[in-house]
């Protein structure tokens, strides 16, 4: 009796939950394997909710992605046709937000200080 067991598919990076700047290089990395097949890595297929199809294999860099909340999928099929499948959450904030951020809560830091006057 012949067992297809599906393979597994692992994302090292990015990091779950994460963020990235606008326009930053984002590394996709990723392994695959399969008992029946072994090593899958090279059959990644790297996937955006936002922006569809990143690429393929173990390793990707993008610098392109799109603002907003990426689902990033990463999924590899067997010769049995079975497949795997694991995604992460990477947030690329609005160009010029987190500075427009910091920015702010600068100004905000300064709008609070006491005003010395000074007898003269």
Same mark, same amino acid.
């Given at each position: 009796m012949n067992v297809n067991d599906p393979p597994t598919v692992s994302i090292t990076s990015p990091v779950g939950g994460s963020s990235v700047s606008f326009g930053d290089p984002v590394d996709l990395i990723g392994t695959a394997g399969d008992a029946e097949d072994g090593d899958l890595t090279s059959l990644i297929a790297w996937s955006s909710d936002l922006d569809g199809v990143l690429g393929g294999g173990? /390793?990707? $860099?993008?610098?392109? !992605? /799109?603002?907003? %909340?990426? $689902? *990033?999928?990463?999924?590899?099929?067997?010769? &049995?046709? *079975? %497949?795997?499948? %694991?995604?992460?959450? *990477? %947030?690329?904030?609005?160009? &010029?937000? !987190?500075e427009a951020l910091i920015l702010g809560f600068a100004l905000l830091m300064l709008l609070q200080r006491p005003v010395r006057s000074r007898n003269t």
């Open positions: 173990g /390793s990707v $860099t993008r610098s392109d !992605l /799109s603002e907003g %909340t990426h $689902t *990033l999928s990463a999924d590899v099929a067997d010769s &049995g046709s *079975l %497949t795997g499948h %694991t995604e992460v959450v *990477l %947030t690329v904030p609005e160009p &010029g937000m !987190l």
